[in-house]
């Protein structure tokens, strides 16, 4: 069985600090990681993926994560955060056996104050 | 660029009446996703079709759920006797196993409230 656990329902940061948004997985398989960003009234849009190779990747808006496989994490970063940033982020993960089928986290509403 | 539309954007209804929900895909994606997310939840799979063949479909999807896609493109998913436990947003996603990066497109999703 899968579960995605996100630790924090809640980040509030000021503008242009780091923030890292936690993520664990239990998964007795490979797996491949997301994590989707959720602007309000918008659809759900990738930020980034772990499908294999490098465990940094690298994603859009200046985000990236990092698979540690011995941890099980797959925790999201930004050096320094806009306001623009303010949005849920929801970490996934997908066994492979149906390309798609996610199980996602709860989602973290990261908010970015001035 | 069109990307997935889901129509209708909001869904008010009454107990037991029936609503249908559709999904237009990105033209040249070939898989086509339900998910429904609830407050305070991430979403959740329920079902997914390859071109028109229904392939999988979640615990969750019981028996008064069906989906549809007739001819490869656009999908259906009709919940009939609606219950106030079915309020959500029910979310459609698609890509393309040509591409196959695992990632999924979604739309905006439609909403359902049951009264």
């Known amino acids: 069985a899968q579960s995605v656990t996100q630790l924090d329902s809640q980040v509030p940061v000021f503008e242009e600090a780091p923030v890292e948004l936690r993520c664990n997985y239990s998964s007795s398989v490979s797996v491949y990681l997301f994590w989707y960003v959720q602007y309000p009234n918008q659809g759900l849009q990738l930020l980034l993926k772990?499908?294999?190779?490098?465990?940094l990747v690298k994603g859009i808006n200046g985000f990236e994560a990092e698979f540690n496989k011995s941890q099980t994490s797959f925790h999201l970063r930004k050096p320094s955060v806009h306001i623009s940033d303010t949005a849920e982020y929801f970490c996934?993960?997908?066994?492979?056996?149906?390309?798609?089928?996610?199980?996602f986290g709860r989602g973290t509403q990261l908010t970015v104050w001035p | 660029d069109t990307g997935v539309s889901q129509d209708p954007r909001h869904k008010i209804t009454k107990r037991g009446q029936n609503v249908t929900f559709r999904c237009d895909p990105i033209s040249e994606h070939n898989r086509l996703y339900w998910y429904r997310q609830t407050l305070g939840q991430g979403p959740e799979f329920l079902t997914y079709f390859q071109n028109e063949a229904q392939l999988e479909k979640s615990r969750l999807l019981s028996d008064r759920f069906s989906a549809e896609r007739p001819k490869g493109s656009f999908s259906t998913l009709e919940i009939q006797r609606t219950e106030q436990g079915d309020s959500a947003m029910y979310l459609c996603?698609?890509?393309?196993?040509?591409?196959?990066?695992?990632?999924?497109?979604f739309g905006e999703g439609s909403r359902l409230t049951v009264l």
């Open positions: 996934a993960v997908d066994r492979g056996s149906t390309l798609g089928r996610l199980y």
């Open positions: 772990y499908l294999s190779g490098s465990t």
């Open positions: 996603a698609s890509s393309s196993e040509y591409t196959n990066t695992g990632e999924l497109f």
